[in-house]
């Protein structure tokens, strides 16, 4: 079981906007600013694509964007691309051990 | 370019040791934190270990406490993670991350290498 909550599945269809929610609690998502999310296509390795909760790596469109809300963060990607078709994980420093936890991950589908 | 070439996964039997490397190149390594995840076959990701700049501080979760160590050799460029009594459940690719800097601490980790796939069983 894994520390986050993310839904399994999302979809969407080109052009639209999807949110995935993640689910944390007071001990990481609700205290620290430092929320993460993760985008891995099958077979290759996992890329980062928001850290701090809303800041963008150098390369990542602004299509992609980050929120918090109390024990809540959430990744929207908006002007759905096949490409965005991946697994999306998310990530929060947390208080004592272990020092990060991860979300189970959510399949998003373009349809 | 900014480039992490992770290395030493192998078939292990339980109770074996691996020591796995991460070689860095495309920017100042001593200035980085360093971490290592992992991601068993067909599952999530796992954060694993997390090292400072130089030495310390060094993190690992409790669960791991023990079996793993992490060090680094800047004048190497390299990170390396060294897993003892390897168990069945150890069986993952492990990659290492840049963790941000002590002036921009982002507590998030940049994976830019393909991994090593470490497998335990007997």
């Known amino acids: 079981q894994s520390a986050l909550t993310q839904p399994h599945s999302v979809s969407g269809s080109p052009g639209q906007s999807v949110t995935i929610s993640c689910a944390g609690t007071?001990?990481?998502?609700?205290?620290?600013?430092?929320v993460s999310w993760y985008q891995q296509h099958p077979g290759k390795a996992p890329k980062l694509i928001l850290y701090d909760v809303i800041k963008r790596p150098s390369g990542v469109p602004d299509r992609f964007s980050g929120s918090k809300s109390g024990q809540t963060a959430s990744l929207t990607i908006s002007g759905l691309q096949a490409e965005d078709e991946a697994d999306y994980y998310c990530?929060?420093?947390?208080?004592?051990?272990?020092?990060?936890?991860f979300g189970g991950g959510a399949k998003l589908t373009v349809l | 370019q900014v480039q992490l070439v992770e290395s030493g996964g192998d078939l292990v039997k339980p109770g074996g040791s691996l020591r796995l490397s991460c070689v860095a190149s495309g920017f100042t390594f001593s200035d980085y934190y360093m971490s290592w995840i992992r991601q068993a076959p067909g599952k999530g990701l796992e954060w694993v270990s997390y090292i400072g700049g130089t030495t310390y501080p060094i993190y690992f979760p409790e669960s791991l406490k023990g079996r793993f160590s992490i060090s680094r050799d800047n004048a190497k460029n390299s990170l390396y993670l060294q897993i003892n009594s390897l168990r069945v459940e150890d069986t993952a690719v492990y990659y290492c991350a840049m963790s941000g800097t002590r002036t921009d601490p982002t507590r998030a980790f940049d994976i830019r290498g393909q991994g090593t796939m470490v497998t335990v069983s007997s």
């Open positions: 007071s001990s990481d998502v609700g205290t620290y600013n430092h």
């Open positions: 990530c929060s420093y947390a208080a004592g051990y272990p020092h990060w936890v």
